[in-house]
């Protein structure tokens, strides 16, 4: 089997999921074409990630399955990133199987819109963590629209990957100064839930639009106080350059 790979995969990474040691596979492409995609260069791949990329081709999946193999001494887990790996159901599921049979644990970082995939991996006990990406309040499909590039149902699919059972889930918001007047609504639209919330420091440089280039990151005190404002919540956290993942609340 063959799936279309980035061509960048982090054998060993300790900021993806708390307090565990995971290698990190980025799929190739998203059906998402967020103003602020900070992942962009790993979706449409350029020269500047060289020598990591393999131009977006399509590699052996038993490549992938290798590096895993070398990785396991030093790892628990294997993450799915991208992208949206969720776009991938066939080979998300063949390298889950993978991971499992190795006995580790695999997460899946997600932007929530393919919650009947999440689900058929979960029955098939594929998969212990999503990392669900919630980006305006639910609600609100006119910020979804903006932010996405033009997916109005974006969150209610998101609050259906919200909505499953079985499995933990941490729900991430990328916050940038233009958009972190949202935060205190989107934690609303999840609060009750049985999850951690993490806001992350949107940067801004990465972004492909111009206008959030020009933003100043929020700094790791101003995020704080952000988080430490959400005090209907159980588990906040923020997540940093300063200063890595810190809980707040
Ligand atoms: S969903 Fe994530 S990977 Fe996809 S475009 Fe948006 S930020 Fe990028």
Not at 139 to 149: Q, V
Request: hydrophobic content about 40%.
């Amino acid at each position: 089997m063959t799936m279309v790979f980035s061509g960048i995969m982090i054998p060993v990474s300790t900021i993806d999921w708390y307090g565990r040691s995971v290698s990190v596979v980025f799929f190739n492409g998203c059906n998402f074409n967020c103003i602020y995609c900070s992942n962009k260069n790993f979706i449409d791949v350029t020269d500047r990630l060289e020598p990591l990329f393999k131009k977006g081709k399509a590699v052996d999946i038993g490549e992938i399955e290798k590096e895993i193999l070398d990785a396991k001494t030093f790892i628990s887990a294997v993450v799915f990133s991208g992208g949206e790996p969720a776009m991938h159901p066939r080979e998300l599921e063949r390298l889950a199987g993978f991971a499992k049979g190795l006995g580790l644990l695999v997460g899946i970082e997600t932007n929530g819109y393919y919650p009947k995939r999440l689900e058929e991996l979960i029955k098939k006990k594929l998969l212990d963590r999503i990392f669900l990406d919630i980006k305006a309040p639910i609600g609100d499909g006119k910020k979804y629209k903006m932010i996405t590039g033009g997916i109005g149902d974006a969150g209610e699919k998101a609050m259906e990957s919200l909505n499953l059972r079985y499995v933990d889930i941490e729900v991430r918001t990328t916050v940038f100064p233009s958009f972190a007047a949202d935060v205190p609504a989107i934690a609303k639209s999840i609060a009750g839930r049985d999850c951690t919330y993490v806001l992350q420091q949107g940067i801004p440089e990465y972004a492909p639009d111009k206008n959030i280039r020009k933003e100043k990151p929020l700094t790791r005190d101003e995020l704080a106080a952000l988080a430490g404002s959400l005090t209907f919540m159980r588990d906040v956290r923020i997540r940093t350059r300063e200063k890595g993942e810190e809980r707040i609340i």
